[in-house]
């Protein structure tokens, strides 16, 4: 077990910036091939494709199928962008980090947790996904290594142990610089699943350097939310509040559990919403003053009428990579 002390990651935070950025995916042009002067085939990827992973559900909350490039408009910083890369329910490797709280405040669920998570796994992951399990309280801890061993990722379930205090932040912060070093040779959706009851109660990273890192892994979060309690008294709504807006930001999601033994229906749920996406790509034109500063998307449908009927969920923008 690799033991992330939550206190050397304080320090970090407050004495460096990370030292990367994540790239957008990288996806090889129609004009990717060249020919080299030895006469053996060069490759030249095009690393600037920004790829937008966009969820459509009607007002019941089902998902929307059946849509076409047409139907989509993308936008950057409000210039319209032509969209070169579409595919419908999104069959690209999944790249998961299962971060779950085993703090006092959900110390009695933790089977419930443990066994919920085994199904939903066994269910999900195909041979190209991979999966990397934290578990974290007063630290971060990571149990198994990205993998598709399903033996392996059941025994690190198994060993989850309870703690005390919350390191939810610094949770995100380590899941998201894992997703960013993750390769991008081959395109794969980077998604962070947090089981918590959405305290936050360490010093450390904070919520905006925690989303910004999400952000520039390209990381969409899920967040299933376990309620304490039924009444407010006694609930940290801020906590949840907070996952909630990073959830949307990063054009994931987020399930309340009002009974852990329901943890099945938010999986299901879960899966679900990762199978019914659609993959819009694009290439940003180059700017004559490029930097790494943040860059704001915008997804619309091309029918006024459904943007009435329809609610659209992708991830409100990227970092590129400076020079890019």
Do not use: C
């Not at 790249?95 to 006092?104: E, M, R």
């Not at 990063?250 to 899966?271: C, E, H, I, N």
């Amino acid at each position: 077990m690799r033991r992330i002390a939550s206190i050397l990651l304080a320090t970090a935070v407050l004495f460096q910036q990370p030292t990367f950025a994540a790239q957008p995916a990288q996806q090889p042009t129609p004009e990717a091939t060249a020919q080299s002067g030895t006469g053996v085939p060069e490759f030249r990827i095009n690393v600037r494709l920004v790829n937008v992973f966009v969820n459509v559900a009607d007002a019941t909350g089902a998902p929307v199928g059946g849509l076409t490039r047409d139907d989509f408009a993308l936008s950057e910083d409000g210039k319209p962008q032509k969209i070169a890369v579409f595919e419908r329910e999104a069959d690209m490797p999944l790249s998961i980090v299962l971060a779950i709280d085993t703090s006092a405040s959900v110390r009695g669920n933790l089977r419930l947790e443990q066994d919920a998570a085994k199904r939903f796994l066994h269910a999900l992951l195909r041979t190209q996904d991979e999966l990397q399990l934290f578990q974290f309280s007063y630290s971060v801890d990571e149990l198994v290594p990205f993998t598709n061993n399903l033996k392996r990722i059941d025994k690190g379930l198994e060993r989850l142990q309870p703690g005390t205090s919350t390191a939810l932040y610094n949770a995100i912060y380590l899941a998201s610089q894992s997703l960013g070093a993750r390769p991008d040779a081959a395109p794969h959706r980077k998604v962070i699943v947090l089981i918590t009851d959405g305290g936050d109660t360490m010093d450390g990273t904070t919520y905006p350097q925690a989303v910004e890192q999400a952000l520039r892994a390209q990381a969409m979060i899920y967040s299933l939310i376990i309620v304490p309690v039924e009444a407010d008294a006694g609930r940290d709504t801020g906590g949840e509040h907070a996952l909630i807006q990073m959830s949307e930001d990063t054009g994931g999601k987020y399930y309340y559990v009002q009974d852990p033994r329901d943890l099945d229906k938010s999986f299901a749920r879960l899966s679900e919403d990762l199978r019914t996406q659609y993959l819009l790509g694009y290439y940003p034109a180059k700017r004559l003053f490029d930097n790494d500063g943040f860059r704001r998307i915008k997804v619309q449908l091309t029918n006024p009428q459904w943007n009435e009927q329809y609610q659209l969920r992708y991830r409100s923008g990227y970092y590129p990579l400076a020079g890019r």
